[in-house]
């Protein structure tokens, strides 16, 4: 299972830390992945890091956001500085799970944590 937390109200320019704990039958996790879905607008990618702690991001997420893992504690974490109104969206993590009971890869979802920047 994957649970996210950190959303809530920010003001433009603001800063928000979203973290992601995978928890269960894990014998390890590949890529971890933040997701956002704006009212009426597809999901998209956001940022992902590799298991060997590479990383990329959306283009208009550069400099501005930061995703980090901490393998012992099998989380991820996505930090957004410099929030603007159109950062508004439910973000969703992502994580291949190698599962413990299988060693078969598994790809889950987190359910959400809404981030919504007004004044």
């Known amino acids: 299972q994957l649970q996210a937390s950190g959303g809530g109200l920010v003001q433009p320019g603001g800063s928000l830390r979203l973290s992601c704990a995978a928890s269960?039958?894990?014998?390890?996790?590949?890529?971890m992945s933040w997701y956002r879905q704006a009212p009426g607008k597809q999901r998209e990618l956001v940022a992902r890091?590799?298991?060997?702690?590479?990383?990329d991001y959306a283009d208009s997420m550069k400099g501005r956001f930061t995703i980090s893992r901490d393998n012992a504690k099998n989380t991820a974490y996505l930090q957004m500085n410099s929030l603007r109104p159109e950062d508004t969206a439910v973000y969703y993590c992502?994580?291949?799970?190698?599962?413990?009971?299988?060693?078969?890869?598994?790809?889950?979802w987190g359910q959400g944590t809404l981030v919504t920047v007004s004044s």
């Open positions: 992502n994580a291949d799970v190698l599962v413990q009971s299988t060693l078969r890869f598994t790809n889950y």
């Open positions: 269960g039958n894990i014998f390890s996790i590949g890529t």
């Open positions: 890091i590799f298991s060997g702690g590479r990383a």
